[in-house]
């Protein structure tokens, strides 16, 4: 075919999706059910994954390696991906593979399949990812690529083991029909580790050359997926090392989770205590430091990252997690179906905590009507008048309304309900509050600037007592009023200081308040809202968690699975460290935001008394992983009903400290 009629098939294919038909790619078996649903809702690209390399941004000067690299993994994030299978079929039988019960030994239809690339790019994604099964096997693989990049992916990867491409020729036809990076499964550093966990014999020998081949092309950046397990995690460090030789620079660290034939077949010797791989994990993410060289992590619980914080996975990366059960956890959410991976996984998964321990209680508080707190904007265009019911039904203890101005305000709190519930009232940067505030129900506002601040406590908006005036602190504002002690005091009592929860890691980098400065504002008498007793060396506001926001519910009055996660990423998603249940704090506290803690480290969480000291045996990070290893091989010992080697960390700690939740309401 000529390039030219290459080009008019290609834009014919295009045109045809016009009017593509989801229920008919589900048909051809291009999309499970999920990931049409996921389809249908998603206007933004997936997350995760392999960094894009080739966007490495310009080095700015003066910004550390460290921030680059978190640029970089930021934008990955950022950037609009098109997954693509195209094969329900593998040449080999991973014992941890999650897609075995989608397995059925077929190739999906050419045509369909371009149909679904076609339309990725229509939906403006830039990036084609073809993975399978093993995409490499589809007969028609070559021209699968030539085609994304004929319908104008700028950049074209699959996901593959790579025995194919131990064929020289092969690979250098993918490379030049268009193929820019391959991401290859390799478990083992040794033929016995790779051939026995991939249960292929051969599979180390051809990943290897396959690899090679593929660099060779000089046109493919190659990257290795390591899942850990409990064979390689002691070898995790070689392995890395391994590959670094033969010139890779990116790894996909992912940790072995409890669905699929790694669960239901091969759990006994797959699964295994992450105190145990510590000291494994530690000398292996060291290589994070390395210059040029990229480390992801996956589904790692995020406490065992403590010292490498920078390698906690994008919190994004939920969203691809629940698009991937959509139909479970939507069922859930609208008839209270519990997912069916419910039950015994639950306590290994990596989803806990925005699964069931945050929206399950969260379905729970909608159904009973008792969320604690709900949420509301002025402008709130309700999706139905079931939701606004439902909505209205909740009986909180607090309802925070967001409004423009004060006369937007005013009138919204005339029609809002919940009775006598006292009211925090948040209005836009500069509004003057003096209309809204002649309402009786307004008992806190809250600003975001220092302006605002002076305005509503000393200034020509002086808010009448005893109602409260919260602060969204950020750096600056910590730095003006550490700088002004004379005027903190002079503010009184009535002023809160809350740390705000940020979505990014670069919203956190650029403008959290110190950990240093929130401890001299707690000292100067500062309330502080949003932070642990440890880091503020006294007593603190509580945080909103459990919130409803009218924002959050869907048509039919239940909880919008999309508007849900991404309230968990951006509200919910708190974490601790392990040290924490050494902790007096331990049950009432909820730790920090996912961001901050990426941002400082879990070593500013330091274990308090009952009288509120820090502990002086609260011990290290590897000293309570020791102990909770020993607990744990105890508790084997007691229990023959338990699977011995598997145990996550909320498991181990329970045994070891007492029935305490890990990680407070986010501890994913
Ligand atoms: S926590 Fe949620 S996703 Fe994980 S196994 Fe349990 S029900 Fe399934
Ligand atoms: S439980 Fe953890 S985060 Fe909370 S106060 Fe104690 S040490 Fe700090």
């Given amino acids: 075919m000529s390039g030219s009629s290459e080009q008019s098939a290609a834009a014919a294919v295009v045109a045809a999706t016009e009017h593509i038909d989801i229920d008919r790619l589900v048909r051809d078996g291009v999309l499970t059910r999920d990931e049409a649903r996921a389809l249908e809702h998603s206007q933004q690209s997936d997350s995760g994954g392999a960094a894009r390399m080739e966007a490495l941004p310009e080095t700015r000067g003066g910004v550390s390696e460290g921030d680059e690299k978190d640029a970089v993994k930021e934008a990955a994030v950022k950037h609009k991906r098109h997954w693509v299978r195209v094969t329900r079929v593998c040449n080999q039988r991973c014992t941890f593979c999650l897609d075995s019960m989608n397995q059925d030994g077929t190739m999906i239809d050419t045509d369909s399949l371009k149909a679904y690339i076609a339309l990725g790019r229509k939906m403006g994604r830039e990036r084609l990812i073809l993975s399978g099964g093993e995409a490499s096997v589809h007969p028609d693989y070559i021209e699968l690529i030539r085609f994304g990049r004929e319908v104008g992916y700028e950049w074209i990867q699959t996901v593959t083991n790579g025995m194919m491409f131990s064929y020289r020729k092969f690979a250098q036809k993918c490379a030049d029909a268009g193929l820019n990076e391959a991401t290859v499964s390799m478990h083992g550093h040794t033929a016995y580790l790779q051939d026995r966990l991939t249960g292929t014999p051969g599979a180390f020998v051809t990943g290897i050359k396959g690899m090679k081949n593929l660099i060779n092309t000089g046109k493919v950046v190659v990257n290795v997926d390591v899942v850990i397990n409990k064979q390689n995690y002691k070898h995790l460090p070689d392995i890395i090392e391994y590959y670094y030789n033969m010139s890779i620079r990116e790894f996909d660290l992912l940790h072995i989770i409890p669905f699929g034939r790694g669960f239901d077949e091969h759990r006994h010797s797959l699964f295994f205590d992450l105190n145990d791989a510590v000291p494994y994990f530690r000398k292996a993410f060291a290589w994070a430091n390395k210059p040029g060289v990229y480390l992801w992590t996956n589904r790692l619980p995020v406490p065992y990252l403590e010292d490498f914080e920078r390698l906690i996975q994008d919190p994004h990366k939920l969203t691809y997690e629940f698009d991937g059960g959509r139909h479970n956890f939507e069922s859930f959410l609208k008839r209270g179906l519990k997912p069916d991976c419910w039950g015994e996984r639950c306590d290994y998964c990596f989803l806990d905590g925005p699964c069931r321990s945050t929206m399950f209680p969260y379905r729970g508080h909608l159904e009973a009507r008792s969320f604690p707190h709900v949420r509301l904007d002025s402008q709130t265009v309700w999706p139905s008048n079931e939701a606004r019911a439902v909505f209205e039904a909740q009986a909180p203890q607090r309802v925070t309304l967001t409004a423009r101005d004060g006369d937007d305000a005013a009138r919204a709190l005339e029609s809002l309900p919940f009775g ?237 400290l007492g029935d305490t939740r890990l990680g407070g309401p986010g501890g994913a």
């Fill in 420 to 656: 006598d519930t006292p009211v925090t009232l948040q209005l836009d940067p500069g509004a003057s509050l003096d209309t809204a505030l002649s309402h009786g129900r307004v008992d806190r506002v809250v600003v975001a600037s220092v302006a605002d601040a002076a305005r509503a406590l000393v200034g020509k908006d002086k808010v009448p007592a005893p109602t409260e005036v919260e602060v969204l602190l950020d750096r600056a504002l910590a730095a003006w009023l550490l700088a002004r002690p004379t005027t903190l005091r002079s503010w009184g009592s009535r002023l809160i200081l809350t740390v705000q929860d940020h979505e990014y890691l670069s919203g956190s980098q650029e403008t959290d308040p110190t950990p240093e400065s929130l401890r001299k504002l707690a000292r100067q008498g500062a309330r502080l809202k949003n932070v642990p007793e440890c880091v503020a060396g006294g007593a603190t506001e509580p945080h909103d968690h459990h919130m409803l926001d009218a924002g959050m519910l869907d048509r039919g009055g239940d909880l919008d699975l999309d508007g849900y996660v991404h309230h968990y990423i951006e509200h919910e998603y708190y974490a601790k460290s392990l040290r924490c249940h050494r902790c007096a704090k331990n049950d009432s506290c909820s730790g920090l935001h996912i961001n901050y803690l990426r941002n400082h480290g879990f070593k500013i969480l330091r274990p308090l008394d009952a009288a509120g000291r820090e502990l002086e045996d609260a011990g290290s990070f590897e000293d309570i992983t020791q102990v909770l290893k020993q607990a744990t091989a105890q508790q084997d010992k007691r229990s023959r009903k338990r699977i011995v080697g598997m145990h996550q960390p909320a498991q181990s700690v329970r045994v070891a």
